[in-house]
């Protein structure tokens, strides 16, 4: 682009921005005349995926800002209007992150001029009571301002269905051409009132939902630290443990109220190095039977155990076939489902029950629309538990139900731990790991796609593979994504660009046959150093 052209476009921008901050933030930049970062602001616009948007917060059309959440607001209401939603009720909900409320406000602002009813939650509060009020009064649509777990430089733009599940093609493509013909934000009506803030009724029934998830008179005896990393989650989960009459949690005080600059993380993720040393600090000062977590908009639940002298994280796919293996002993009935990236442990527990099970492509936006589903969970710490409340991950009713289990391990003198060992020698050990590489260049992340497409490895830690599939050219199973899976004897592997982070993540699993408990030590042994070996081979495939 020319630099009068951009320099142009940044005007152009500017008289419109509603925002004060990042008004001076962008005349800033075009007084300095600071054509790197305006480029990097004007190249395109931040695209609307299958999830919404997210991106860094910041003034210009490839930032999250009140401009670009405006015309994502006034796409999605022309887009509810043209499928006959006129009138309908869009509900709307936000985290604690910076400009999560005014991005609300605005959404509400827009529906209501575009002759739809709005609803804001009363605060900012988990995404589940979000996902769990759209199908609760009856919307037909829903928005939950967040980015998740994301750094604190970023916000997002959730957008669900009046089925209660997030978008997926064609709804999302539908959105994004009703957003790129908006053309100037004075078409867009957005009037000072008109909306309903929501009180504590919708919070209310969506912890009286919460029962539902536990069975009458189980043990509730399992003492836990809880940490919320500067999130939402706290009060919700607070008041769902106290229903459940659980022991109070005891709270990791530095990261309990929210806070949007997360200052006691590098990123507020669980899943990330540190994230969870403070809690681990609170287990060894307190003693608990568990640990804990929720991402900050608290649709993800992350737990530790005690393992020998120390605490550990339980990997998401280790609590996603405890929460199975516990819904079975239940007698759960209903399809069990998860996505391509997470353990194939879940398929032999459903058919060892006789349970129906299916397999998705990556987000709880396919795994909530499985017929007939029950139960559903991501190795990314995502579990959906009570499907027919909330249509997606809910960190707060995981929570719930993990910690139910471990209650009655406890009443039987076990733990999480034994029960991991009692299901690897019923099914196997499956051991898994993820080989993920965080770059600032997204560039390298499709070099190293095309190479693996170009020159695909005929063995990974001397395990042969028996089969390569490119999925972006779908399966009789799934339609087409962006991805590579490696069948090998004993193990697989997918490759695939993350949908939300600069990120390439690589899914790994080994599956180790075991005869009996004295065989566990050699089968974890031998599967750390086939693990170690597949990372390492296909690091050399990828170019990575």
């Known amino acids: ?52 948007l ?52 605005d959404t509400a602002a827009v529906m209501t001029g575009a002759g739809l009813r709005a609803a804001v939650l009363p605060r900012p509060l988990p995404t589940p009571v979000l996902a769990f009020a759209i199908r609760h009064l009856g919307a037909v649509a829903g928005v939950e301002v967040t980015a998740s777990h994301n750094p604190p430089r970023d916000n997002g733009y959730k957008v669900y269905l009046g089925d209660g599940s997030q978008i997926v093609p064609p709804a999302d493509a539908g959105i994004a051409a009703e957003i790129a013909a908006v053309r100037s934000l004075d078409d867009v009506p957005r009037p000072e009132a008109g909306w309903d803030t929501l009180d504590d009724g919708v919070l209310d029934a969506y912890l009286a939902r919460t029962d539902a998830v536990l069975a009458p008179g189980s043990p509730r005896t399992a003492r836990t630290v809880y940490t919320a990393l500067h999130g939402v989650g706290r009060d919700t989960l607070l008041a769902a443990f106290a229903r459940a009459g659980f022991p109070e949690p005891v709270l990791v005080a530095e990261q309990a109220d929210p806070d949007p600059e997360f200052p006691t993380v590098a990123f507020p993720n669980p899943e990330e ?45 280790e609590v996603g076939a405890l929460l199975a293996t516990h819904l079975v002993a239940r007698g759960a009935r209903g399809t069990f489902a998860e996505s ?67 209650s009655g391990l406890k009443e039987e003198g076990r733990t999480l731990l034994d029960l991991l060992d009692d299901i690897a020698v019923e099914h196997g050990l499956h051991a898994t790991d993820q080989l993920s590489v965080r770059v600032e260049d997204l560039s390298l992340i499709a070099r190293a796609m095309e190479r693996l497409r170009e020159r695909p490895p005929t063995a990974l830690a001397g395990l042969a593979v028996t089969r390569a599939e ?45 005869a009996d408990h004295a ?21 050399a495939a990828a170019g990575i």
Request: hydrophobic share 40%; aromatic share 6%.
């Open 1 to 52: 682009m020319h630099d009068d052209d951009l320099i142009a476009r940044a005007k152009a921008w500017l008289a419109e921005d509603p925002d004060p901050d990042t008004r001076a933030e962008l005349g800033a930049l075009i007084d300095a005349a600071d054509t790197a970062e305006l480029t990097a602001r004007f190249s395109g616009t931040l695209q609307f995926g299958t999830a919404g």
């Open 54 to 105: 997210r991106g860094e917060l910041g003034a210009g059309p490839q930032r999250m800002n009140r401009s670009v959440v405006i015309r994502a607001a006034a796409g999605l209401a022309a887009y509810l209007n043209r499928n006959g939603d006129t009138g309908g009720l869009v509900v709307i909900g936000y985290d604690a992150r910076h400009k999560s409320a005014d991005f609300a406000r």
């Open 273 to 317: 190095p540190g994230a969870m040393d403070l809690a681990f600090a609170k287990a060894r000062e307190t003693d608990p039977d568990l640990i804990v977590a929720n991402d900050p908009d608290a649709d993800r639940c992350a737990v530790a155990v005690k393992d020998g002298a120390d605490w550990r994280m339980l990997r998401g796919d």
């Open 340 to 406: 391509i990236v997470s353990s194939s442990l879940l398929g032999r527990i459903a058919g060892k029950a006789g349970l129906p099970y299916e397999e998705t492509l990556t987000g709880f936006k396919w795994i909530a629309r499985v017929d007939g589903l029950r139960y559903g969970y991501e190795e990314a710490l995502g579990y959906c538990v009570d499907p027919e409340g909330v249509r997606d991950k809910d960190g707060i009713t995981a929570a719930l139900l993990v910690t139910e289990l471990a």
């Open 470 to 514: 490119d999925l972006t050219r779908g399966t009789d199973r799934l339609p087409p994504t962006d991805g590579l899976r490696y069948t090998l004897d004993g193990a697989r592997v997918i490759v695939r660009p993350s949908g939300t982070e600069p990120k390439l993540k690589c899914y790994l699993e080994v599956v180790v046959p075991v």
């Open 519 to 539: 065989g566990l030590p050699a089968a974890h042994e031998k599967a750390a150093v086939l693990l170690a070996g597949i990372k390492r081979d296909l690091s």
